[in-house]
């Protein structure tokens, strides 16, 4: 189906911000709720967006959205989100960073950080941190993702298991609402397990869309984690569920 130019407009807000709603849509263009609908409808139907009550997300399910965009999506709430982990992780400390373009923000608010050790399966933190003459990088070897720079598999597993690190700092391809952490490969899930069980203390860092998306692979719960560092409230039922956990939820 090709698409108006309209639509494509909607379409690369929602690759920005991961959803839209019908309201705002209809003030920023200037047209009907019922144009935005018909729009959301057919962008649906395209297979591009799910419609959910009041607007729509990007569809997602077995497999991620590339890099690029990934790492366009909800900008200004990661660098946000990236700046109150950062303060929270003090110098004189090691820190593991795994993959994804949150931890890859939070790697450039540590720039300032002194006397830290990263250990870390991504190449794209590594390269970040290498701006910081106060910073030993340890990076893992393993089978390299060419598609965002990943380190993944048993080697890199076997890496990870060699430390043990004050603070662990990871992301999440989606936040189920029954609090367990999601995403989309089984060898990058397997190397986080190991990254959770090597670390002191445990901070995830994701925005809020996460919590519309969805993905195959449990990778833990939010049981598991010390620290949520997210944008945006979590829905009554999950905030209860942290509570009762004593996971400390951080919104920036």
């Given at each position: 189906?090709?698409?108006?130019?309209?639509?494509?407009?909607?379409?690369?807000?929602?690759?920005?911000?991961?959803?839209?709603?019908?309201?705002?849509?209809?003030?920023?263009?200037?047209?009907?709720?019922?144009?935005?609908?018909?729009?959301?409808?057919?962008?649906a139907e395209a297979g591009h967006m799910d419609r959910v009550h009041g607007g729509a997300v990007l569809r997602t399910g077995v497999s991620n959205f590339a890099y690029d965009e990934r790492r366009r999506m909800n900008e200004g709430a990661k660098s946000a989100i990236a700046k109150a982990c950062a303060r929270a992780i003090p110098d004189n400390c090691s820190?593991?960073?795994?993959?994804?373009?949150?931890?890859?923000?939070?790697?450039?608010?540590?720039?300032?950080?002194?006397?830290?050790?990263?250990?870390?399966?991504?190449?794209?933190?590594?390269?970040?941190?290498?701006?910081?003459?106060?910073?030993?990088?340890?990076?893992?070897?393993?089978?390299?993702?060419?598609?965002?720079?990943?380190?993944?598999?048993?080697?890199?597993?076997?890496?990870?298991?060699?430390?043990?690190?004050?603070?662990?700092?990871?992301?999440?391809?989606?936040?189920?609402?029954?609090?367990?952490?999601?995403?989309?490969?089984?060898?990058?899930?397997?190397?986080?397990?190991?990254?959770?069980?090597?670390?002191?203390?445990?901070?995830?860092?994701?925005?809020?869309?996460?919590?519309?998306?969805?993905?195959?692979?449990?990778?833990?719960?939010?049981?598991?984690?010390?620290?949520?560092?997210?944008?945006?409230?979590?829905?009554?039922?999950?905030?209860?569920?942290?509570?009762?956990?004593?996971?400390?939820?951080?919104?920036?």
């Open positions: 189906m090709a698409l108006n130019v309209r639509q494509k407009q909607i379409l690369e807000i929602a690759r920005n911000a991961g959803s839209v709603a019908v309201e705002d849509l209809a003030d920023q263009f200037t047209v009907s709720l019922q144009t935005i609908r018909r729009d959301l409808s057919d962008l820190i593991i960073l795994n993959l994804g373009t949150t931890t890859e923000a939070v790697a450039r608010e540590l720039l300032g950080h002194r006397n830290i050790t990263v250990v870390t399966n991504n190449i794209n933190v590594a390269n970040i941190l290498l701006a910081n003459d106060s910073c030993d990088i340890m990076v893992a070897g393993g089978s390299l993702r060419r598609l965002d720079g990943g380190l993944v598999g048993d080697l890199t597993a076997d890496f990870i298991n060699q430390f043990k690190v004050d603070y662990a700092v990871i992301g999440t391809s989606a936040l189920d609402e029954d609090g367990d952490l999601l995403d989309y490969d089984l060898a990058e899930v397997r190397v986080s397990r190991m990254i959770l069980r090597r670390a002191r203390k445990v901070f995830l860092v994701t925005d809020a869309s996460k919590l519309a998306r969805s993905a195959p692979v449990r990778l833990a719960s939010l049981s598991d984690i010390d620290t949520l560092f997210i944008d945006a409230p979590l829905p009554e039922a999950l905030r209860q569920r942290c509570a009762d956990w004593e996971t400390n939820v951080q919104i920036v």
